[in-house]
């Protein structure tokens, strides 16, 4: 019989190899103002209000953009893209999704999925989950099958719920390895 003491203890370097991955998760919100339109995944939507922000507002791109910077530690969407700085006013969301993509990559990491949620009281997000699925995932070079894109309301609950604004959330898993 083997005591405590004596037993053998596992070495490390006979346990196989975890893979690297990393996991991000991303949060934006706006608020909804007349006079904008609204985007969200790099589509336009069609109601009478839109998002407040620096950029286009877009926050599933920002969601989505802060998830893949989190994941890489690489920081946040307003760490390398202030909005303070003039050069991102009005800023296409597609366009600075696709740099942080680029910035994951150069860092040694790939996208193995995206899903993510927009919290809506209104429009109804379900006639353009197609569109966007296919918009980010064309953005980032991937398959509509490695971006997932729900919705949900706030059940009248809160500044989403009271239809005053949009929120979205995302998370992403990386692997390493070059896009």
């Known amino acids: 019989m083997t005591s405590a003491t004596t037993a053998p203890s596992p070495s490390l370097s006979s346990q196989p190899a975890l893979p690297a991955l990393r996991i991000g998760e991303g949060w934006d919100t706006h608020a909804l103002v007349e ?21 286009d507002a877009d926050a599933l791109a ?5 998830a893949l910077l989190g994941a890489a530690c690489l920081g946040d969407i307003g760490k390398l893209f202030p ?14 999704l696709a740099e942080a993509y680029r910035k994951v990559g150069e860092a ?21 989950i197609l569109a966007m699925r296919e918009r980010l995932a064309a953005v980032l070079g991937l398959a509509p ?15 989403v719920g009271e239809g005053k604004a949009i929120e979205a959330r995302a998370v992403c898993l990386l692997c390493a390895g070059k896009t």
């Open 35 to 55: 006079g904008r339109p609204l985007v969200l995944g790099g589509v336009t939507i069609p109601h009478s209000h839109g998002l407040l922000g620096h950029s």
């Open 62 to 66: 920002h969601a989505i953009t802060d």
């Open 83 to 96: 909005d303070t700085a003039a050069q991102f006013k009005g800023a296409d969301s597609m366009v600075l």
């Open 108 to 128: 040694g990491w790939r996208v193995v999925n995206i899903d993510s949620t927009i919290v809506a009281q209104a429009p109804k997000m379900a006639p353009h």
């Open 145 to 159: 099958e490695q971006v997932n894109v729900k919705a949900k309301t706030a059940e009248k609950m809160g500044p």
